[in-house]
């Protein structure tokens, strides 16, 4: 690298206008020779490198120059401050550590945060798993309670004398109505219980419940829970309703029985005692109602003991005849007691009621028994005795036919025989009577107190 300021030769040559000059020059090649500083100069300053030349005014020099120092200046001083002032170093690092304790304060809050919501969401599912097991538990129990009471028989008093087919001849109740009180009602109909429509809301199916949907979530769980436990509610209380409706059906049933003994003063005690037992039998398993048992199994319980007496009272009164022995609308053409006497015109007993009917219209049994006579018998007629147990029997006259005969046994409702005029008779009609020990009683009480029985 060569520095070079103007230009010069070795032997300068004078001109006119250069006298000035001279000195300068001769100067500056003195400085040059003597080793000065090469990039002075008066026009500035050059610099060579590889052939290269580039040149500074000696204004941008010294500016160059003079920035240089002044950052090396600064640099040192602020060296020196750092190095000498330890509190501020201190208070640098001391900052720096207090946002690092408040960032990690920081995130140990939201850590704690995260930790509370956690706990709260696991806490939630916890209680809702609680609430839907003791739901799901309530349903089982519902369910069970459901079929308890659709196992409960609508037990109605034993003995129907509606034929299979007589056309118009049949006195079927209309349907869905109640049995009109009348003397020569065709059986004793008990009013299904009024627990049907519970039965049947208690026997809905009652889905279990599925995991929240989008739409429970949003409505929230407490609502879905709520309105499980209401329907539950409303089934629970539809089935207490209809237990309720039974017991008391089963009670006024218990109570109008034992009324038809008292009305027709007949010992309930005898006539159970008289009761053929069919074939039953197996080991004794006594009845337990457990100690802490809900009011619902208790009722049920009740209705249990209440419902064996019913079933006991209705083989009792099967063998008590209060049942008409015609079918159809059938009115009386002779009564109970003293009348006069159609062939002699004279006061007489009639023993028994007379019930118009056509010839060959088929004469029923009244209740359970057995045939101890069957053929002509005088007055009678034709005649058919039917032993009912305990001093009862019932006797049928004037029969133009007989379908029995002596020892067969008789079901309510059996056809003995058809309607005739045999016998002192004017024109076709059933002779009826019952009798107790022996002597004759007025039919139309034991009619009555079926009518009553069936009305109740």
């Given at each position: ?12 040559q ?22 000065a ?51 501020v ?13 408040a960032y ?16 709260r ?6 209680q ?7 739901i ?21 008093v ?30 004793v ?5 009024p ?116 079933e006991?009272l ?10 008409k ?5 059938v ?23 007379d ?12 209740a359970?028994?057995k ?51 045999t ?22 009480k034991f ?10």
């Amino acid at each position: 690298m060569s520095y070079r300021s103007g230009h010069y030769s070795e032997y300068p040559q004078h001109h006119p206008h250069d006298h000035g000059k001279t000195a300068a020059r001769r100067q500056v090649a003195r400085q040059v020779v003597a080793g000065a500083n090469p990039l002075q100069a008066l026009d500035g300053y050059t610099l060579t490198h590889a052939g290269r030349q580039v040149r500074f005014g000696p204004v941008v020099f010294w500016i160059v120059v003079g920035t240089v120092t002044i950052l090396g200046m600064w640099s040192a001083a602020t060296a020196t401050y750092f190095a000498f002032r330890d509190d501020v170093l201190k208070g640098l690092i001391a900052r720096q550590a207090e946002m690092q304790y408040a960032y990690e304060d920081r995130i140990a809050e939201l850590r704690a945060k995260v930790d509370r919501t956690t706990s709260r969401q696991l806490l939630d599912q916890e209680q809702f798993d609680q609430k839907l097991d003791q739901i799901i538990r309530r349903q089982t129990t519902l369910e069970s309670r459901a079929t308890a009471l659709g196992a409960i028989p609508d037990v109605q008093v034993t003995g129907s004398t509606r034929p299979a087919t007589r056309g118009a001849a049949t006195n079927d109740p209309p349907a869905g109505g109640t049995p009109k009180p009348s003397p020569i009602s065709n059986t004793v109909i008990f009013v299904a219980p009024p627990d049907r429509e519970a039965r049947l809301e208690s026997r809905a199916p009652i889905t279990a419940p599925s995991p929240p949907t989008q739409l429970a979530k949003a409505q929230g769980l407490d609502n879905v829970i709520v309105r499980l436990q209401s329907s539950l509610d409303r089934v629970e209380s539809g089935q207490l309703a209809a237990l309720n409706a039974v017991e008391d059906n089963m009670e006024s049933r218990i109570r109008r029985m034992r009324g038809v003994f008292t009305d027709l003063g007949l010992d309930m005690a005898q006539l159970e005692a008289a009761v053929p037992r069919a074939g039953m039998g197996g080991p004794f398993v006594p009845v337990r109602l457990a100690a802490d048992s809900a009011p619902f199994e208790r009722q049920l319980y009740r209705i249990n003991i209440t419902r064996a007496q019913v079933e006991r009272l209705n083989r009792t009164l099967a063998l008590v005849p209060y049942r008409k022995p015609v079918i159809g609308e059938v009115e009386f053409t002779s009564g109970f007691g003293v009348r006069i006497d159609p062939f002699l015109g004279r006061p007489a007993m009639h023993t028994g009621l007379d019930f118009r009917a056509a010839t060959g219209d088929p004469v029923r049994a009244t209740a359970n028994g057995k045939v101890v006579s069957s053929g002509w018998a005088g007055g009678y007629g034709r005649m058919v005795e039917v032993d009912h147990g305990n001093g009862l029997s019932t006797r049928y006259g004037h029969l133009s036919e007989i379908s029995v005969k002596v020892g067969d046994p008789i079901r309510i409702g059996q056809v003995l025989g058809a309607v005739g005029s045999t016998g002192r008779s004017t024109g076709p009609h059933l002779h009826y009577e019952t009798r107790i020990d022996g002597e004759a009683v007025d039919p139309q009480k034991f009619l009555r107190a079926g009518v009553r029985l069936s009305a109740g």
